[in-house]
Nanobody
Framework: QVQLVESGGGLVQPGGSLRLSCAAS????????MTWYRQAPGKERELVAH????????NYADSMKGRFTISRDDAKNTVYLQMNSLNPEDTAVYYC????????????WGQGTQVTVSS
């Protein structure tokens, strides 16, 4: 039913750029807040960027602020993460999350896409 599929990950050199995509299906996409998380080996999962269901507000972790940009295209049921000035510390699996709270929580996760920043 509900599916979130991340794509766009890969190997990039320090200072490079990458754009991740998360395509959603099986849900009313425009009603969900979308968030990118990441998890590096041996580290806890951390929030990368968040965008509200209306798209009017975004939030970023401090280390990503100014380098990463989250956006959404509700007509395409897709959320994006533009990543610039990448550092080796950005190496992680990046996950897409869709969340909607009501009488009960609706919370969905993608399978993740690997981003490796290395020379």
């Amino acid at each position: 039913q509900v599916q979130l599929v991340e794509s766009g990950g890969g190997l990039v050199q320090p200072g490079g750029s990458l754009r991740l995509s998360c395509a959603a299906s099986g849900l009313t996409f425009r009603t969900y807040a979308m968030t990118w998380y990441r998890q590096a080996p041996g580290k806890e999962r951390e929030l990368v960027a968040h965008i509200t269901s209306a798209g009017g507000s975004t939030n970023y972790a401090d280390s990503m602020k100014g380098r990463f940009t989250i956006s959404r295209d509700d007509a395409k049921n897709t959320v994006y993460l533009q990543m610039n000035s990448l550092n080796p510390e950005d190496t992680a699996v990046y996950y897409c999350n869709a969340r909607r709270e009501g009488l009960f929580l609706r919370d969905y996760w993608g399978q993740g896409t690997q981003v490796t920043v290395s020379s």
